[in-house]
């Protein structure tokens, strides 16, 4: 966005807070810039305030939005589903239309009284631009006639020192067990990972690890359906705060944690969640899938089906579409 001229109040890394602990201690940066948004939407003359994602923040600029008379978009919608269920209602009554990724969302959001339109997920957007299986071997020094394992801990440092050990350890158990086995861990930017961390190599970022991977360990997250659509078999894992655990358990609602199966509806990929996150649980969960097993062709057809349910191309400009008719209808 700064990129295209956007003026920013604040960038990524200050707004990339994840948890109830960890939220605490920015409280106060959050004050200051929900004081400036507010400030904006009351006197600068604001045409259309357009919320994307990051509902614990932009749900209070929806309102103060609402307030002021100044229409709003909200795209990639709260998730509802998990906990909360009052957002639906409160959203539903202060955006003029509420775009949302996942397939089942849209019903919940028309059922309280809102305009929700679901828009496709804007991962089906993503330009390949990968390299192919020879030039990605060739230029991570790995071998193509070997089997390759993937390791995704996070794209966040709290989330690295979480899930880096028991990652590692899993993928040292199973290349004890699979002689051969080549790891390769996706780095994140700006993020460092120890040297004496994974085994195997490092890279950096991940479309083209999860293209040639032969099965992959995931951080649960938007990676989860990353890996779905490349269908690619994985297993996925969560670990967080015991305290920001302790409150999840009380307060989510959902069967599942991960988006593949939330879409599916169903199992269709194992995960494992706080103190289940252990080598040997991991170890033993993708063994299987890096072989021709039963295991592995389940859980392929059960991502064919998650890819179908998210729709189709095109989400990003089906809601610049929707923004563009907010302002002509502001005009008339």
Same mark, same amino acid.
Request: charged share 25%; aromatic share 6%; with cysteine.
């Given at each position: ?145 070997? $089997?390759?394992? *993937? ?9 690295? #020192? /979480?899930?880096?050990? &028991?990652? !590692?350890? +899993? ?122 097993? $039963?295991?592995? *062709? ?9 890819? #179908? /349910?998210?729709?189709? &191309?095109? !989400?990003? +400009? ?15």
């Amino acid at each position: 966005m700064e990129a295209e001229g956007v003026e920013l109040l604040a960038g990524l890394n200050d707004l990339a807070v994840m948890g109830f602990v960890e939220v605490v201690g920015r409280l106060g940066f959050f004050r200051r810039l929900e004081g400036r948004v507010r400030g904006l939407l009351q006197d600068a003359g604001i045409d259309l305030l357009i919320c994307i994602d990051y509902p614990g923040f932009n749900l209070r600029a929806t309102e103060a939005a609402h307030r002021a008379g100044v229409p709003v978009l909200f795209y990639i919608a709260p998730q509802v589903w998990a906990w909360k269920a009052h957002r639906a209602r409160q959203l539903a009554r202060t955006a003029d239309r509420i775009a949302v990724i996942l397939p089942f969302e849209e019903e919940i959001f028309t059922r309280e009284g809102g305009d929700a339109t679901f828009v496709g997920h804007p991962l089906l957007d993503r330009e390949e631009g990968t390299p192919d299986r020879a030039a990605f071997f060739e230029s991570t020094g790995l071998d193509p006639a070997q $089997p390759l394992l *993937a390791l995704f801990p996070g794209s966040r440092r709290q989330e690295v #020192e /979480r899930h880096l050990v &028991p990652f !590692a350890e +899993a993928a040292r158990r199973l290349q004890n067990e699979f002689p051969g086995l080549q790891v390769a861990t996706a780095q994140a930017d700006g993020i460092r990972l120890p040297s004496n961390g994974p085994p195997g190599v490092v890279v950096r970022g991940g479309q083209a690890l999860l293209k040639h991977a032969d099965a992959a360990l995931v951080k649960s997250g938007t990676t989860t359906l990353e890996a779905a659509l490349a269908g690619i078999p994985f297993v996925v894992a969560y670990r967080t705060h015991p305290v920001t655990w302790w409150l999840a358990r009380r307060l989510v609602q959902v069967e599942h944690v991960a988006l593949p199966n939330l879409v599916a509806a169903e199992r269709v990929v194992p995960e494992f969640l706080q103190g289940e996150v252990r080598s040997d649980t991991l170890a033993g969960a993708l063994a299987p899938l890096l072989q021709d097993s $039963p295991e592995r *062709a389940t859980l392929l057809d059960g991502l064919a089906r998650v890819r #179908e /349910r998210l729709g189709e &191309p095109g !989400a990003a +400009a089906r809601v610049a579409a929707m923004a563009v008719r907010i302002l002509e209808e502001r005009d008339r």
